[in-house]
């Protein structure tokens, strides 16, 4: 979805501060998208996944450290001309990114997690997949919570290499947080 066509100017980052607490706002090449909060089951799956990583890999319990895991983190990447981008949830290593910053983050993250969604299924796959392997983004997992399933993919030569596809019943290790395994199930609310 966007609120702006191409005989229109471009967007600001006025045009995205001016959005409603209940949208969603990235600011992508001129071009304002805007989406709907995300409903719970959506945010449980982002709860959740950051959870499971941030003791092994930001507080380095039962796991290496090393690692910032961050839900929705605002990212300017001025090189791409990206005001703000926002996966689900994101990780950098601490070798490139000592200490967190005030303001938005300008280092492309190593690792993003989209959850999808009927809203924002299209725009993640078309618009910010892309974007991610343009900025160097190693790392990309999407989590569909409907298919109740993780689809994982590694940045190769600048094209995604798909690692593999996981769901409720897997326990895995998967890039990059493969030192510790993942309980597929515990990454979308319970089956009803």
Not at 72 to 90: F, H, K, T, Y
């Amino acid at each position: 979805m966007s609120m702006s066509d191409p005989a229109q100017l471009r967007a600001t980052r006025a045009d995205l501060d001016a959005l409603p607490r209940s949208v969603v706002g990235e600011l992508i090449r001129g071009t304002l998208y805007t989406f709907p909060r995300p409903r719970p089951r959506h945010q449980h799956a982002g709860t959740s996944t950051s959870a499971v990583l941030w003791g092994p890999f930001q507080q380095g319990r039962g796991g290496p450290g090393g690692w910032w895991i961050l839900n929705e983190p605002g990212i300017e990447l001025a090189d791409l001309d990206v005001e703000e981008i926002a996966p689900d949830v994101a990780g950098w290593r601490r070798d490139r990114l000592p200490e967190l910053p005030d303001g938005p983050i300008q280092i492309a993250p190593d690792w993003a997690c989209e959850i999808l969604s009927p809203t924002t299924r299209s725009h993640d796959h078309r618009i910010k997949r892309p974007i991610y392997a343009a900025a160097g983004v190693r790392w990309l997992w999407f989590i569909d919570v409907d298919a109740r399933t993780l689809v994982a993919s590694r940045l190769e030569s600048g094209r995604w290499l798909e690692l593999g596809v996981w769901g409720d019943t897997d326990v895995a290790r998967i890039e990059p947080f493969d030192e510790i395994e993942l309980r597929l199930a515990d990454l979308w609310p319970a089956a009803l």
